[in-house]
């Protein structure tokens, strides 16, 4: 059984961008259904999932935003408050498929 409610397991080329700071392959997310979303310096609308932010660990955390404070240019805390307010999202395209264990979902 997998260590989260809802995850999303990594392709080929997710493990190639994300594996160090995900290495088996699997990250949280608050839920399977994907969104669509307009993504900075992205011109066409992504389909996301959510990362489950609460769920990764602090060395996950601190891997993710030095990325992307480096990639950006954006402080970690300026990263952090728009985690905050609009979570962060992982592209579809990087993803291999998706689980849940909360039965909830299914009616």
């Keep these: ?3 989260y409610a809802t995850w999303v397991r990594l392709n080929v080329e997710g493990k190639r ?3 160090n700071i995900f290495p088996d392959g699997v990250v949280p997310v608050q839920t399977i259904t994907a969104q669509r979303a307009r993504l900075k310096g992205i011109r066409e609308i992504e389909s996301v999932f959510t990362v489950n ?3 990764l660990t602090i060395e996950q ?3 993710i935003l030095d990325r992307l404070s480096k990639r950006t240019g954006a402080t970690k805390e300026t990263i952090i408050k728009e985690i905050s307010n609009i979570g962060l999202p992982i592209r579809r ?3 291999a498929g998706c689980g849940t264990n909360r039965m909830d979902l299914f009616p």
Excluded: D
């Design 1 to 3: 059984m997998n260590k």
């Design 17 to 19: 961008l994300w594996g």
């Design 53 to 55: 932010w609460e769920a």
């Design 61 to 63: 955390q601190q891997a």
């Design 93 to 95: 395209r990087y993803t």
